[in-house]
């Protein structure tokens, strides 16, 4: 999905009114977090406390009693005159003693939340109070929507041996915290909607005030152009930085006004020079093979040889070919400098990829497919202009010290030529896949880059394509694909 791009106006509109209410919520969250804190905080200190007092109540009517103290004579001493249950009212908190073993002995309130209080202690807990260091043990539940906490911790007689386990169910009652919260969390709502208000009139009347001089420079820049004058920016009450971009726009608009005849000259200049760069290339495309040729002839030259006039006519068909090449780039170049124009002609596909591979001597280039026929309409002259490019290329791939190869194939698919040209040269880096077809690239010391983009252009003009499949250290193998008609 295309994303909405937002004015500055408005992003600092929405900028300014988020922020406020993002701080609300960041405060809200902090003030809930903290009430909490503190309500477990209170609960703890609170059962502490109690405990502690139940605890010096009970050790007093340990130290009353007329029973002898001991843990057979524990629900007695605590039955005597109701003494439990007094201790209970006293504190407002319900006391459950258990004996060591974790039997229900004594609990002072009998219905209280019967459904909190186990008649028989687990073993984890007498286990756990028993290896506890401090002696003390605590389990947090909740039944019923209420919470719990069950503090444990033994009845000790006078040299602290465990006669009980005392159990303390406190209720977790956050009524009158709750109630505080909300109270605070209302009043701040309401002054942070007071100020979310005021925030959002600020932030138009801001906005509005800080880009309407970006308005103005907006437009003046828009209408900005090269060919004709344009307008200084004049712009009353503004801040320092924008006074800066002002001063920066107008000495830009002195600066082009100054360059832009400079610039015209040497855009001309530069295509001129793109234009000899191309032209000396297309030159110097078909002077190679015709030295080749040449150099062939000298070397393979034999009066005696009865096949010696055929030779010397193929050879004189090669030379008058690439002469007629370099003929018809200088008549494209004095009109305009144009390249040679396409023409449709009808020919045998196999036959001349095969007449463009006859300028190259080197027997490590294979040609499988010389007694096939394909018919397609190309421009005869362009057509070997791709293949000798693409050998070209193939060649100058390979490293000196590496035995070279190169495999050129024609076939057919469907109603497609294609023609294939691999080696074994050195691939082509992932970095340099993208600008493979881009004019005077080259990872070669010579030449101008040229070659694989007037390939490309060339094919396309006949509505094909130029593609190739490169792994690096191994080779590379480019496939020229082009309809028959």
């Not at 992003?11 to 405060?27: E, G, K, N, P």
């Not at 030259?301 to 096949?307: H, L, Q, S, T, Y």
């Not at 080197?362 to 000798?388: G, H, N």
């Amino acid at each position: 999905m295309k994303l909405i791009r937002l004015s500055l106006r408005t992003r600092i509109f929405i900028s300014m009114t988020l922020l406020v209410f993002v701080a609300s919520i960041l405060i809200a969250t902090v003030t809930i977090y903290q009430y909490r804190e503190e309500a477990q905080k209170y609960h703890q200190e609170r059962l502490e406390r109690k405990e502690e007092r139940i605890k010096i109540a009970i050790n007093n009517v340990l130290g009353r009693t007329t029973f002898p103290v001991n843990e057979e004579n524990i629900t007695d001493i605590f039955r005597e005159e109701k003494r439990i249950y007094q201790i209970s009212e006293e504190h407002t908190l319900p006391i459950n003693i258990y004996s060591l073993e974790g039997e229900l002995l004594i609990q002072s309130v009998e219905t209280f939340t019967n459904d909190t209080i186990d008649k028989q202690l687990k073993k984890l807990i007498i286990d756990t109070l028993a290896s506890s260091y401090d002696r003390r043990y605590l389990v947090k539940l909740e039944r019923g929507g209420e919470k719990f906490t069950s503090s444990y911790t033994y009845v000790s007689d006078s040299r602290a041996k465990p006669l009980a386990i005392l159990n303390l169910p406190y209720l977790e009652d956050d009524e009158l915290i709750t109630r505080e919260l909300l109270k605070f969390l209302r009043r701040l709502g309401e002054v942070y909607l007071l100020m979310l208000l005021i925030a959002i009139a600020l932030a138009y009347f801001l906005s509005k005030y800080i880009t309407r001089s970006l308005k103005t420079i907006s437009e003046t820049i828009d209408q900005t152009r090269l060919d004709k004058r344009n307008k200084r920016i004049q712009i009353g009450n503004a801040s320092d930085e924008i006074y800066s971009l002002v001063n920066a726009y107008n000495s830009m608009i002195d600066e082009l006004e100054e360059s832009a005849a400079m610039l015209a000259k040497n855009e001309r200049e530069a295509a001129w020079r793109e234009m000899a760069k191309q032209v000396a290339h297309e030159i110097k495309n078909p002077l190679t093979p015709m030295r080749l040729t040449v150099q062939s002839f000298e070397r393979k030259f034999d009066p005696e040889d009865p096949e010696i006039n055929q030779k010397v006519q193929e050879y004189s068909d090669t030379l008058i070919q690439q002469i007629d090449t370099m003929s018809s780039i200088a008549s494209a170049f004095s009109n305009f400098a144009k390249m040679p124009a396409q023409k449709n002609e009808t020919l045998d596909v196999v036959k001349i990829v095969g007449l463009a591979l006859d300028i190259f001597n080197e027997d490590y280039i294979f040609f499988p497919s010389e007694k096939e026929e394909i018919i397609a309409i190309f421009d005869r002259t362009q057509l070997i202009r791709v293949v000798t490019n693409l050998v070209k290329n193939g060649i100058q791939a390979i490293p000196d010290d590496q035995m070279p190869k190169i495999i050129v194939n024609v076939f057919s698919e469907e109603n497609d030529v294609v023609i294939t040209v691999a080696d074994n040269g050195v691939g082509i880096t992932n970095e340099n896949k993208k600008k493979i077809f881009e004019p005077k690239f080259t990872t070669k010391t010579s030449g101008m880059g040229l070659g694989l983009g007037m390939v490309k252009n060339i094919v396309e003009t006949y509505k094909g394509s130029v593609t190739f499949t490169s792994r690096e250290g191994k080779g590379t193998v480019f496939k020229v694909k082009f309809p028959k008609k």
